[in-house]
């Protein structure tokens, strides 16, 4: 295992000695001696980012066209006047005579009176236009993880998340089988609980468990642009992110501690706020979450802390008042950080060069405090 250290001698020697564990068990045993302990204090806390009614409503705006959507059009009775063209990255089409016709924005009924008035131009007679929208390139939907037909897929009018998800196949499952997968069985392959839909940067409080459990009150209706994910069943992966020299998922090992955890994602930055590194344990909306002082258990004032599989550990920049919106910004840096290395390897076909959280330092990639990622 490859380790890029920055906290000293002391923590190349752990991470040595977790490099060198064996991998046994996943459960903790609690009979042996030199176990870390637990963190003290667990506090259970939902997000403050609640789900708003509106989002169940379906969008009473019709399509507005885009760069790179088809359109099949046609003088009406003149059937040589057929062409398809497509909406340029000016947000312009090229028909017939005319020179460029702007069309971002444009519903289709709007493009079409705005054809026959350009065309109207050159014709004697006011022409009559038939417009067909063949192919949707502006406005996609990102379905990726562990469906069925993980994928983008073009959006063209209102869907719910649950059509979405049916589209794509559904979750995987040691069966195959869509029925069972949509049922939520025991057999699924995706972990519902770090499973999320990302809107512009924003995390949605959605529970994956309850909408595929036929709770209904989670099936919001998707707008064009949201990445939805089924994070795959990676119980042997801690992610530790944040301040941190290396973002990544660290493999679990057994006994495996904050310390061992950190100094395998690199070490803190020079930034870090090191009295307040958040362990996160449980799903992305009603989580538990335990502050502990990194600090502390690195100069031997405290002891460290044992994880377990799934944790994702989090080192910030600054001290945290309230509890609710650090952990707002911990979930939607890590939906955000997933969304950037999923969406990266779906459209460059290109697999990360590891799994996990990757957000390289100094790549001009930040989290913002409201928990966006800008560059």
């Known amino acids: 295992m490859k380790l890029v ?49 509106a989002l169940l409503d379906p969008s009473s705006d019709l399509f507005r066209l885009g760069p790179g959507d088809r359109l099949e059009i046609e003088i009406v009775s003149d059937v040589t006047s057929r062409s398809t063209v497509t909406v340029g990255p000016d947000g312009k089409i090229y028909y017939g005579l005319l020179s460029g016709l702007d069309v971002w924005g444009m519903t289709l ?24 929208l063949r192919d949707v390139e502006s406005k996609k939907i990102w379905m990726l993880g562990r469906f069925q037909a993980p994928g983008i897929y073009p959006m063209t009018n209102s869907i719910t998340l649950l059509e979405a998800i049916f589209q794509a196949g559904g979750p995987q499952n040691m069966g195959g089988g869509r029925e069972s997968a949509l049922a939520g069985t025991e057999e699924d392959l995706a972990d519902l609980q770090h499973s999320f839909v990302l809107r512009r940067g924003q995390l949605l409080p959605i529970s994956f468990t309850r909408l595929l459990r036929g709770d209904l009150s989670q099936n919001i209706y998707l707008q064009g642009d949201d990445f939805v994910y089924l994070a795959p069943q990676t119980a042997d992966e801690v992610h530790v992110f944040g301040a941190i020299a290396q ?45 502990v002082s990194y600090v502390d258990i690195v100069k031997g004032r405290a002891s460290d802390v044992r994880l377990a599989p799934g944790d994702i550990v989090y080192v910030p920049y600054r001290p945290w008042k309230v509890l609710t919106k650090y952990l707002d910004v911990i979930a939607t840096t890590f939906a955000s950080s997933i969304a950037i290395n999923a969406g990266a390897e779906a459209t ?20 913002q405090g409201s928990g966006t990622i800008v560059r």
């Open 247 to 291: 973002p990544r998922a660290v493999p679990y090992v057994r006994e495996l501690t904050l310390v061992q955890a950190i100094a395998n994602a690199g070490g803190t930055i020079r930034d870090a706020y090191q009295g307040q590194v958040a362990i996160v344990r449980g799903s992305l909306t009603k989580p538990s979450i335990a502050l």
């Open 348 to 367: 460059l076909k290109v697999p990360p060069p590891q799994a996990g959280i990757l957000i390289p330092f100094g790549s001009g990639i930040t989290v």
């Open 109 to 132: 009924n709007q493009a079409r009176e705005a054809i026959e008035k350009g065309m109207s131009r050159y014709l004697r007679e006011a022409p009559a236009v038939e417009i067909v």
């Open 5 to 53: 250290l920055t906290q000293g001698l002391g923590l190349i020697f752990l991470a040595l000695l977790t490099g060198c564990q064996h991998p046994g068990p996943n459960r903790f045993d609690p009979r042996a001696p030199d176990a870390a302990p637990a963190p003290a204090s667990w506090e259970q806390t939902a997000s403050t980012n609640h789900l708003d009614p």
